[in-house]
């Protein structure tokens, strides 16, 4: 009986030891209220009424643009996507790290075979330690030209911003419109190997204002009260076009960038590339009265057509606001700003070069991969017995783009990271090359036989957690464009940009590795280049390409293939059991 009691004290003291370091241990713990958040997704055609005309449209439920998610830093999101649509689809959390959740990074044939119609496919992550705006959309053909929606991240529960609290807080997502099934569009210049048809209009959050046809009576209108200062959540959704925006007699303060806080700065002019977010303060400090917010094109590919229209919504402060009883406010014009010119690359440059990130940045100084690859336009051949009708391109040739001469080719039968995961061969090729396989005057006058990539799916391997630099150099074979580079599943310290070709021992000296702003999409200026530093830390593979889709619809692509490290914390997750088969 002794011995009963004796063990039965040495396990209690056990147990209130054991309690007390648990509490102690909670009690060191950060306090968390992360939730997961359910959604469910259905992809559809709907009837959409823009310029006068009625299309059926490809939306998410019903709705365009779809939906705005709202979640804190920390909380997971369970997303259901359900395709009752005629075309197959995926859907990109654009932006989102996706830490060891590759699976649900949603590029068609990359990461997932797409969901095919009557199918479904339930995206799971969590948003780690990334705060402001970024947004979701279709990766599946160019089903994203009317499939998409943002996706707002606010401070854990219990922080704030970084910048006083604003009053109000309003996304405006800038978009293309065609006046024709976008589908269409792309599988007409696939056909004809000519560029696509351009957009009939821009919109913001899905209408184009009061200078289109049969539009005005759905202008947007963000209301602001006088001397309240707002926060404007500005997406560019565009499928093809960088844009210019501007608030007509309004300074904007940008306080972040793709889901990163910045250090703030003012301007009178944003420009995004498609795929960028930027978060501005702004403050009616202006007489009340109604203020044009307007977006049009920031064109700078010479020669190349693009839809020169502009596209509207309405700052009303509310003490200007319209009543239905009296007709003087209607009558009275909304003030227009002065836009840039559309090729204004000056004004490009000073907004692009001033972002700081707010401190000291943890930039990677050892440098594991040094890699260059160019980034431009291509013509192929017309294949040996196709009809000139397929070859419409310059002099009966085809249009084509690629990073160091290889024109990414997706595959049909898996997928890049299924390959991977289940060691499938013959799927891909780990040999993309890390310097162009030929030097030359990138950016002047290249000669014609260097026009014509080749054709492949290649990937560059690296290791978990070896460092990258990587110049995007941009070529003016065909023409010189800006290029809006997207790499998935990371962020990247853009440390350097500039004109002409890179030149490592002329540029390293401009090279910021103090405070260079974190980005997940860098706009390689015209005719020029981009240097940009990231540590392998998230295993998987990760597509890098450019995010005007008529790029990437020519190969304007590549991929990283990132290998597990050592750990649960460092490998890929199981692929889901609902991953759509190809």
Avoid at 201 to 220: E, H, M, R, V, W
Avoid at 458 to 481: H, M, P
Wanted: net charge positive.
């Amino acid at each position: 009986m002794e011995s009963l009691r004796s063990n039965y004290n040495k396990l209690f003291t056990s147990f209130l030891l054991f309690s007390t370091l648990l509490l102690v241990f909670m009690s060191s713990m950060p306090i968390t209220n992360a939730k997961v958040h359910y959604h469910d997704f259905v992809v559809q055609a709907t009837p959409v009424k823009r310029l006068c005309k009625t299309h059926n449209t490809i939306t998410v439920n019903g709705m365009y643009p779809g939906p705005t998610l709202e979640v804190n830093n920390g909380d997971t999101l369970v997303v259901k996507v359900v395709n009752r649509a005629r075309y197959n689809v995926t859907i990109h959390w654009h932006g989102v790290r996706q830490m060891r959740t590759a699976w649900a990074d949603g590029p068609a044939f990359v990461t997932q075979c797409p969901i095919r119609p009557g199918g479904s496919y339930t995206y799971r992550f969590t948003i780690e330690g990334q705060e402001g705006t970024l947004w979701w959309h279709a990766h599946s053909s160019w089903l994203r030209a009317t499939v998409y929606g943002a996706l707002i991240i606010l401070p854990r529960q219990g922080d704030e911003y970084p910048f006083p609290k604003p009053n109000r807080e309003t996304p405006l997502l800038l978009g293309e419109w065609w006046d024709a099934n976008p589908i269409d569009v792309v599988r007409q210049a696939t056909r004809t190997g000519a560029a696509p048809n351009i957009s009939d209009a821009y919109t913001i959050n899905g209408q184009p204002g009061d200078l289109y046809n049969c539009s005005p009576k759905d202008t947007i209108v963000v209301p602001i009260a006088a001397g309240e200062t707002n926060l404007l959540r500005v997406v560019n959704s565009a499928l093809n076009q960088e844009l210019f925006f501007k608030v007509a007699n309004h300074k904007l303060t940008v306080v972040g960038a793709d889901a990163c806080y910045v250090k703030p700065f003012t301007t009178s002019v944003l420009m995004l590339g498609p795929g960028q977010t930027t978060d501005v303060l702004i403050t009616a400090n202006q007489p009340p009265a109604r203020y044009y917010i307007a977006s049009r094109a920031y064109a700078s590919a010479q020669g190349a057509p693009f839809d020169n229209t502009t596209t509207t919504a309405i700052l009303e402060y509310k003490s200007a606001a319209c009543s239905t009883t009296t007709s003087k406010c209607v009558s009275s014009k909304p003030v227009i700003p002065k836009m840039p010119a559309f090729n204004d690359t000056a004004t490009v440059t000073a907004f692009t070069t001033s972002f700081r990130s707010p401190r000291k940045a943890p930039v990677p100084t050892k440098i594991d991969h040094n890699l260059f690859f160019t980034v431009g336009l291509g013509l192929n051949k017309c294949p040996r017995g196709a009809r000139s009708r397929n070859c419409q391109a310059p002099n009966g040739t085809r249009f084509a783009a690629s990073m160091n001469n290889v024109s990414f080719v997706l595959p049909s039968n898996f997928s890049l990271l299924q390959a991977h995961q289940q060691g499938v061969p013959g799927v891909f090729t780990t040999d993309f090359p890390a310097n162009p396989p030929l030097r030359f005057d990138y950016t002047g006058n290249v000669s014609r036989s260097l026009w014509q990539p080749s054709r492949g799916t290649k990937v560059y391997r690296l290791k978990y957690g070896e460092t990258v630099q990587l110049v995007l150099q941009g070529t003016s074979i065909f023409t010189a464009e800006n290029h809006p580079i997207h790499l998935h599943g990371y962020d990247f310290y853009i440390i350097a940009e500039g004109f002409g070709n890179f030149n490592a021992k002329r540029d390293t000296a401009k090279f910021n590795l103090v405070d260079p702003p974190l980005r997940n999409t860098a706009s390689v200026p015209v005719g020029g280049w981009s240097v940009i530093r990231f540590v392998a830390d998230n295993p998987g593979v990760w597509l890098m390409h450019c995010h005007l889709d008529v790029h990437i619809t020519w190969g304007l692509a590549m991929a990283f293939l990132v290998e597990n490290g050592v750990g649960k914390l460092q490998t890929l997750e199981p692929p889901p059991a609902d991953l759509p088969k190809c």
